[in-house]
């Protein structure tokens, strides 16, 4: 007579309700040979009712892995904080490692490429982790070589070309570039200040050149500056500019947060915006939604961008998804606010 299903239902309490052996009951949940078809559908259906579900690390030992996804970001842990892009990158990759059985381990490292890849060494030597997802490649970077060697499997978020096995998820940069110029020079604006961040990051290069071609095609005006990705940088380049070069230009910053800065410094320096100067940010998000004035944006979708990385690198992982295998995301939709606005 079976006895009263447990509360927290594991291979052995199965076992016991129905009064056979374990490995019985782990042959028929696992759908192995050597079960009969009615114990089979007896252990199944026992199973279904009290609730049982797999053990995900015990699943990953099985299959030689560890179950954990990894991504490390050469940040200060508190301006990814405030960062509002990176925070939901996060969240989408979590999402989709989750869905899989997965484990997010971040790690957080402020030494650069070299202790980045120091933690990388010890998650291979000690099978953390079963795959990576990188960020902010930068033009010459040696982080996939360096995966590649320690066999771990990699997903890019980026546009990166390189010789390793990965797989990638691209934004359509390009269309996005396009877009941005052209709603620059419909609104009447006959320059561009562009506001990027280290321009180290092959995006950063990539989206420079990508405005820097445009503006040329359109006869606007174009100027450049380098900075981090914060409120502080946004204050300090746009200080920087010699604005003599347009006589109404168009502010486009690489994040919201550069945005803002850069909004700050225009009320500290008389500019009027929209009427003196536009502004239009890369990265769209609750702050740019807020601001006064709100701040035109390109909501590119970054969790959604997240959650195809960690789905793809975890089908790598499992051997669903071939080496070179790309996801392209959509070109983002323009979202326009009050920092952009007819002369």
Not at 126 to 146: F, I, K, M, N, S
Not at 157 to 170: D, I, M, R, S, T
Not at 282 to 288: G, Q, R, V
Not at 314 to 321: H, L, P, Q
Request: net charge negative.
């Amino acid at each position: 007579m079976p006895q009263k299903p447990s509360s927290r239902p594991t291979v052995a309490t199965i076992a016991r309700d129905l009064g056979i052996s374990p490995a019985t009951v782990s042959y028929a949940l696992n759908d192995k040979p050597g079960v009969g078809a009615a114990t089979r559908d007896r252990v199944l259906e026992h199973a279904r009712q009290v609730g049982w579900t797999p053990h995900s690390g015990a699943q990953a030992l099985r299959r030689g892995r560890s179950g954990n996804i990894g991504l490390v970001l050469v940040r200060d842990p508190e301006e990814v904080s405030r960062e509002p892009f990176y925070s939901s990158v996060t969240a989408g990759i979590e999402s989709a490692t989750s869905a899989h059985g997965y484990e997010l381990l971040i790690r957080f490292v402020q030494g650069g490429e070299e202790q980045e890849i120091e933690v990388f060494r010890t998650w291979s030597h000690q099978r953390r982790v079963d795959g990576v997802v990188l960020l902010d490649l930068a033009t010459d970077d040696h982080r996939p070589a360096v995966l590649e060697s320690f066999g771990l499997d990699f997903a890019v978020l980026g546009h990166y070309e390189g010789p390793e096995e990965f797989v990638k998820v691209a934004s359509a940069e390009p269309e996005d570039a396009a877009t941005v110029v052209e709603h620059v020079a419909a609104m009447g604006y006959d320059g561009c200040l562009q506001l990027t961040g280290p321009l180290e990051y092959a995006h950063e290069r990539r989206r420079l050149e990508l405005i820097a071609a445009l503006c040329a095609e359109r006869g606007l005006a174009h100027a450049h500056r380098a900075g981090r990705y914060t409120i502080s940088s946004g204050q300090e380049a746009l200080g920087q500019f010699d604005r003599s070069f347009s006589a109404r230009p168009a502010l486009i910053t690489s994040s919201d947060l550069i945005a803002i800065g850069s909004l700050r410094a225009a009320s500290d320096l008389g500019l009027r915006v929209p009427e003196e100067m536009g502004l239009v940010s890369w990265d769209d998000s609750l702050i740019a939604e807020v601001t006064s004035p709100s701040i035109t944006a390109l909501a590119r979708q970054p969790f959604t961008m997240g959650r195809a990385a960690g789905d793809l690198l975890v089908r790598r992982v499992e051997g669903e998804a071939c080496p070179g295998e790309t996801v392209h995301t959509a070109p983002a939709e323009l979202v326009r606010r009050a920092s952009t606005a007819r002369a």
